[in-house]
Every structure is written in structure tokens, then in C-alpha cells.
């Protein structure tokens, strides 16, 4: 079992629809989360982290950290063609600078 | 502001040739850096790190070295280039533990 999970899509939505992207994870040591987009032959670039529970807002973004379930997610709320991107969880346990990566989801707003 | 600069954007090199990707950091000191290949499908591996001028981790063994001649200045390279070394090479940094990793462009090594 690998230790984050990511479905890689892809995700097809219409214009405005909103989007919910999760990984889930099996290591209950981390606890630093954070949230990339990459667009086609560029580098990831960082949306969002976060190191508690609950959820955090960022413009039309919300990053949500559930973690007695292990399960991360990321909310795009009005999505926008601009949006359609790889998404890449990534974690890493308290007081190391080791991210573990989930092999991203492709996601596809189409106007 | 903190900027990262990797080159070249792309290159293609015969097998057996010689490899040279540069990475610099600016508007930071000190900064650890990392060397990440991405094959597609297949997410993010961490190829090296360093936490200082001259300290170089290795995570996987392969084909591969790394060398950190300045506080800036990451350089991945190799002696002779395999089929398998193809695949898109991520370089980033961050100030330390609990910061966020921040990804330079990428080079794009296609090896023919």
C-alpha cells in the first residue's frame, strides 16, 4: 500500500462547477499538508498547506484535513477553464522536510 | 521575494553522453535543495537533497549525481546518460523543516 493515495482522474467538470480533489493517507505521523497545481510542462506550483485539522480558505480555494480518517481534500469552488491543471497532494511528518507525494489528479474545466 | 531558476527548459541527449542541470536560488540563504524526477503516472521522486554547501543525500541509487558548490547552486549530473534517465527534472527548495517546498520550471531530458 502506498502511503498516500491519489485518484488520477482525469476530472471533467463544466465551467462553475465545484471541484473536490482527496488523497488519503495511511502514515498517522504526518501532519503537514499541502496542495500543488502543475500545469503542463511547468513545475508544481503551491496552492495551500496547512498543519491542523478542520479547514482553511483561501480565495476559491478550501483545503480540508480530516485526520482520524486520513483524508485530505481540496475544494475549487466557480471553477474556471484556467483551473484545469494536475493537482498533487503532498504531506510530511512533523519537524522533517520529506514530502510524500500522491501521483496527482488531471483535472479538465471545460467552458 | 524568493525566485528558482533551472536550465535548460528541455534537452536531448544520446545515450552515453554526459549530463549538466544547474539550479539557483535567490533572495534566500541557506535554503535546502532538492533535486525531484517526475515520470508520468508515476508522481514525484526525490532523487537528492542537500541541507548545505558540500552535504548531498542520496535517495535513490542510480546513474545520477549531485554536487552543491555555493549556498545556491544545486547541479544534478551524470557521466554517462541511460534510456531510463529520460523524464522531467524538478529542482526546489525550502528554508528549512515545516516550510513549504517551492519547484523550480523543470527540464524536460528526453535521452535518445
Known amino acids: 500500500q502506498k502511503e498516500v493515495e491519489q485518484d488520477p482522474g482525469p476530472l471533467s467538470v463544466p465551467e462553475g462547477a465545484i471541484v473536490s480533489l482527496n488523497c488519503t493517507y495511511s502514515n498517522s505521523a504526518f501532519q503537514y499538508f499541502m496542495w500543488y497545481r502543475q500545469y503542463s510542462r511547468k513545475g508544481p506550483e503551491l496552492l495551500m498547506y496547512?498543519?491542523?485539522?478542520g479547514n482553511k480558505e483561501d480565495g476559491r480555494f478550501t483545503a480540508q484535513v480530516d485526520k482520524s480518517s486520513k483524508y485530505i481534500s481540496l475544494f475549487i469552488r466557480d471553477s474556471q477553464p484556467s483551473d484545469s491543471a494536475t493537482y498533487l497532494c503532498?504531506?510530511?511528518?512533523?519537524?522533517?522536510?520529506?514530502?510524500?507525494f500522491g501521483t496527482g489528479t488531471r483535472l479538465q474545466v471545460f467552458p | 521575494s524568493q525566485t528558482i531558476h533551472q536550465w535548460p527548459a528541455t534537452l536531448v541527449q544520446p545515450v552515453g553522453s554526459p549530463l549538466s542541470l544547474e539550479c539557483t536560488v535567490e533572495g534566500t540563504s541557506n535554503p535546502n535543495l532538492y533535486w525531484y524526477r517526475q515520470a508520468a503516472g508515476r508522481g514525484l521522486q526525490l532523487l537528492f537533497y542537500?541541507?548545505?554547501?558540500?552535504?548531498i543525500s542520496s535517495e535513490v541509487p542510480q546513474n545520477l549525481s549531485a554536487s552543491r558548490p555555493q549556498d545556491r547552486q544545486f547541479i544534478l549530473s551524470s557521466k554517462k546518460l541511460l534510456l531510463s534517465d529520460s523524464g522531467f527534472y524538478l529542482c526546489?527548495?525550502?528554508?528549512?523543516?515545516?516550510?513549504?517546498?517551492?519547484f523550480g520550471n523543470g527540464t524536460r531530458l528526453t535521452v535518445t
Open positions: 526546489a527548495w525550502t528554508q528549512g523543516n515545516n516550510s513549504p517546498l517551492h
Open positions: 503532498a504531506m510530511s511528518v512533523w519537524g522533517t522536510d520529506k514530502l510524500i
Open positions: 496547512t498543519y491542523s485539522s
Open positions: 542537500s541541507v548545505g554547501i558540500g552535504q
